[in-house]
């Protein structure tokens, strides 16, 4: 089945850093792959979404890559604030299975000090 | 901008008893789903549903869950016998029916279930 595999965390930075967080997925079918963050005692708000190889998703100063050959959706900023503090969670859905759902990844803790 | 809704936002309850939670999708979309976050751990899928059946459910939707959606706005998840272990955010998601494309869902704002 579909699975989507996040780098551990928890990851702590700087402000004004430079954040990565790896994400690669397995799919038997085509995916479309999201971002999602969420705040502390808060639900999920999609970050960014790409629904096919080489398109790059991107706000609020992030961005992320849909690798097909690595089979990746790597999430990068390039420089960190305080308020970036969050959960993220990567997914992806498979757009060949009328029902849609949505695998998620464990999730990596991101935790920005001034 | 339309937004997926879910009512209570926090329910607390006695092991045993029965729970049902509500979900207002977004009026145009037509599949709908139910997910649950145990406190700290990944989100889980638990159900779709779409043309007033399920199309799709986890191991975890066994036979103490169902779903309705008893009028045409409110997309139900009742849980018959509530456990302690069933404590979690429950997430409702919408989405519209497309064609090959992009599956975005739209998440509600979760209810937090207490099981004591």
């Known amino acids: 089945g579909d699975s989507v595999t996040q780098m551990e965390g928890p990851v702590t930075l700087s402000e004004e850093a430079f954040l990565t967080i790896n994400c690669t997925y397995t799919?038997?079918?085509?995916?479309?792959l999201f971002w999602y963050v969420q705040y502390p005692g808060e639900g999920l708000q999609l970050l960014l979404k790409?629904?096919?190889?080489?398109d790059k998703g991107s706000n609020k100063g992030f961005e992320a890559t849909y690798r097909k050959e690595t089979t990746s959706f790597h999430l990068e900023k390039g420089s960190v604030q305080v308020s970036d503090s969050a959960v993220y969670f990567c997914?992806?859905?498979?757009?060949?299975?009328?029902?849609?759902?949505?695998?998620f990844g464990d999730g990596t803790t991101l935790t920005v000090k001034p | 901008e339309p937004e997926v809704t879910q009512t209570p936002s926090h329910q607390v309850t006695q092991m045993g008893q029965e729970v049902i939670l509500r979900c207002v999708p977004i009026?145009?979309?037509?599949?709908f789903y139910w997910y649950r976050q145990i406190l700290g751990q990944k989100v889980e899928f638990l159900v779709s549903?779409?043309?007033?059946?399920?199309?799709?459910k986890s191991e975890i939707f066994d036979d103490q869950f169902s779903v309705e959606r008893p009028d045409g706005s409110n997309f139900t998840l009742k849980i018959r016998s509530t456990k302690l272990e069933d404590s979690a955010m429950y997430f409702c998601?919408?989405?519209?029916?497309?064609?090959?494309?992009?599956?975005?869902?739209?998440f509600g704002p979760g209810t937090r279930l207490t099981v004591l």
């Open positions: 009026s145009n979309h037509l599949y």
């Open positions: 790409a629904t096919k190889a080489d």
């Open positions: 549903f779409y043309n007033n059946e399920i199309s799709e």
């Open positions: 799919a038997t079918g085509y995916p479309s």
């Open positions: 998601a919408s989405r519209e029916w497309t064609s090959g494309r992009d599956n975005e869902q739209f």
């Open positions: 997914a992806l859905s498979d757009k060949n299975t009328n029902a849609g759902k949505s695998t």
